[in-house]
T-cell receptor, first 111, second 116 residues
């Protein structure tokens, strides 16, 4: 799987948008970008995924650049409960490849 | 269905003892994954089942580790002759794979193993 690069940590004020970047310059044409998060002492939780178009769901928005070499996960109105480690993962959907996690970005939301 | 269930949540064992963990996936999910996570690291892949067949094993899965998924339902992960380096969170995930398309993983809360 293609590797991803994320900043190790970020801070965000409660109520503000949290923008988490991810670089995936070696992504292949058939590989998706997935985002998961892991709140302390819990298993990772699926957030969103996309191929090349921007995606939005009830949790977040995913913006993928036109060349697909980077993406940004946006939490529009961060709350204290959004404090977690966020993982950006690249993998193909039409195969049995497992999710390969990096070390992620530790997002701290402060009051 | 309440999601992926893992038992026990915590296990403390003495070095050299055997331990077994259980994972109950979401009932309609045909794929099941085991991961291991140590402090400050992301989860590391250990092994993967599609129905009852174990299709892939990581090199991290030494011969002291064995996983089963009888009848394609729940799965067990056994560690024999535990070592202190086995101390970690063991995570189970399941997913629904249809015609090669995977709809994303649902993880359990994990079993935290401490070897003393």
């Amino acid at each position: 799987d293609a590797k991803t690069t994320q900043p190790p940590s970020m801070d965000c004020a409660e109520g503000r948008a949290a923008n988490l970047p991810c670089n995936h310059s070696t992504i292949s044409g058939n590989e998706y970008v997935y985002w998961y998060r892991q709140i302390h002492s819990q298993g990772p939780q699926y957030i969103i995924h996309g191929l090349k178009n921007n995606e939005t769901n009830e949790m977040a928005s995913l913006i993928i650049t036109e060349d697909r070499k980077s993406s940004t996960l946006i939490l529009p109105h961060a709350t204290l409960r959004d404090t977690a480690v966020y993982y950006c993962i690249v993998r193909g959907a039409y195969n049995t490849d497992k999710l390969i996690f990096g070390t992620g970005t530790r997002l701290q939301v402060f009051p | 269905d309440t999601g992926v269930s893992q038992n026990p949540r915590h296990k403390i064992t003495k070095r050299g003892q055997n331990v077994t963990f259980r994972c109950d996936p979401i009932s309609e999910h045909n794929r099941l994954y085991w991961y291991r996570q140590t402090l400050g690291q992301g989860p590391e892949f250990l092994t993967y089942f599609q129905n009852e067949a174990q299709l892939e094993k990581s090199r991290l899965l030494s011969d002291r580790f064995s996983a089963e998924r009888p009848k394609g339902s729940f799965s067990t992960l056994e560690i024999q002759r535990t070592e202190q380096g086995d101390s970690a969170m063991y995570l189970c995930a399941s997913s629904l794979g249809v015609q090669g398309l995977d709809y994303g993983y649902t993880f359990g809360s994990g079993t935290r193993l401490t070897v003393v």
